[in-house]
């Protein structure tokens, strides 16, 4: 089998400054990976290398087995978010629809053929319901799976999920990582689905793939998720602590994920 | 009424103006950059009186200054933290050089006003010429882009990562904001042009849900509005502006309760 994603000594820069310097890793394909680290350790500059937005300062990334190019059909993609999709009133069909061949110019006039592309995609994550309900009507549970469904249109075999559990509660955030779990076995499609919290993604995920200081550290839960790989990658002592089938990581006693993703939705409300 | 030919000249300068207002404004309240319209508008006003200082037609003068300053604004980009603050600076210059320039060329009062508030009743033959072609290019350009500006409107990351040119695709959009906002001045000046570009536009968004509907409610309710103002201009004898604002904002309020009373 061969690697979806193989990164050969990647430097990534963001505004001149290295966020991951020098890392290699190999994903193969059908692999389920969660992305774990602090905000800021360059998870969505990963994604957005790999979507061939940010070019590597030095070292190869190639993609299902290509050079990263922009705009590759094989890649479906969710954006973090706090910064897509406005309050606007359109139904969910019609901004799926928006999204086809949204590159091209022209009249966005939308086929039977591609109509019946999104009413699959939205069946695919039993989200049918949604191709007829406002936009702006939608909870963030509903517009996370209305995503999840565009980012399936076009049958990719790469998904890089940036965040799509924000703003979800426990029960909700539970529904998509099953349902991607699903999805990912089913259509063996690779998956990177970037989170705040690592419990939410036990059981589903294959390897976890944990990055931090301009490191990055990849492995199953076990081999990644231990005081001395952490401490490394957080620059201060870890400890791990498991229970009840949960782990924790904690600095200094505190729970680092939990206090991340407090700041997090602070952060959100600000901006 | 329609046995003057100035009559028929504001009808069909208003309507053409008005289809072309209400369907590039429906994407402009789309994308929430209604108050780059805006600017556009006032920075027009030194464009008009600048060209009349040098004897051109002030339309040409309108054109050259309202797409080079959409230009700049779409160069500076969506994320520019103090855009909006940059933008308000250069329009309230353009007002300052606007008022100097009209000094300067020693026009009266009627000349300012019919700039600032419009004056439809005043088409010439020639100026329903230009409209024509205006109106024209421009709703066939903002077909050809409305596919991409669309998707980059309503999902920006998503379109950049699907390969889409956003920064190419927002300031080609604002150059035809531009270019709505040179014909609406024509019609309702440069202070009312939102009467025009926004007030539909935002009602039609709150009343329906769908895309073709939307555009089409957004230029056809532009349109009532401005020949009902002409109609009603011609009956009462007041400005054809202030009814055209008067029907605006009747018809942003309907769709507020329409909006309203669906929701609950």
Known sequence: ?271 | MLAYDFMLRAFAASGIVAVVAGAVGYFLVLRGQTFAGHALAHIAFAGATGAALIGLAPLYGVIAVTVGAAVAIGALGERLSGRDVAIGVILSLSLGFGLLFLRLTTTNATQATSLLFGSVLAVSPATLGHLVVLGAATLTALAAISRPLLFSSLQPELAEARGVPIRLIGILFLALVALAVAQSIQIVGVLLVFTLMVGPPAAAQLVTTRLWLGIALSAGLALAQAWLGITLAYVTDWPTSFWITVLSTLVYLAATGLARRRLT
Do not use: C, W
């Open chain 1, 1 to 271: 089998m061969s690697d979806a994603i193989a990164l050969d000594h990647a430097t990534l820069s963001v505004a001149g400054r290295a966020v991951l310097s020098d890392i290699s890793l190999a994903v193969a394909e059908g692999e389920f990976v969660g992305v774990l680290g602090a905000n800021g350790s360059g998870k969505t500059t990963l994604f957005k290398a790999l979507l061939g937005l940010i070019p590597a300062d030095s070292g190869a990334i190639t993609v299902l087995g290509r050079p990263v190019k922009r705009g590759n059909p094989e890649i479906g993609y969710l954006p973090q978010l706090k910064t897509a999709l406005p309050g606007a009133r359109l139904l969910g069909r019609e901004v799926l629809a928006a999204g086809l061949d949204g590159h091209r110019f022209g009249v966005p006039l939308v086929s039977a053929v591609a109509a019946r592309d999104i009413d699959r995609a939205l069946d695919n994550v039993g989200a049918a319901e949604l191709a007829d309900r406002p936009l702006s009507e939608m909870s963030g549970g509903e517009r996370q799976r209305l995503l999840v469904a565009q980012a399936l249109i076009g049958n990719p075999r790469l998904l890089l999920l940036d965040e799509p559990l924000i703003g979800l509660d426990p029960h909700q955030s539970q529904v998509v990582v099953d349902l991607i779990g699903g999805l990912s076995r089913a259509l063996k499609l690779t998956v990177l689905f970037s989170a705040h919290e690592l419990n939410q993604l036990l059981g589903t995920i294959d390897r976890v793939l944990y990055l931090g200081r301009g490191e990055a550290a990849l492995g199953t839960v076990a081999e990644v998720i231990s005081p001395a790989v952490l401490s490394r990658l957080y620059g201060a002592p870890i400890q791990v602590v498991r229970a009840d089938g949960h782990i924790f990581v904690m600095s200094h006693g505190r729970d680092i994920e939990r206090q991340q993703d407090h700041h997090d939705h602070h952060d959100h409300a600000g901006l």
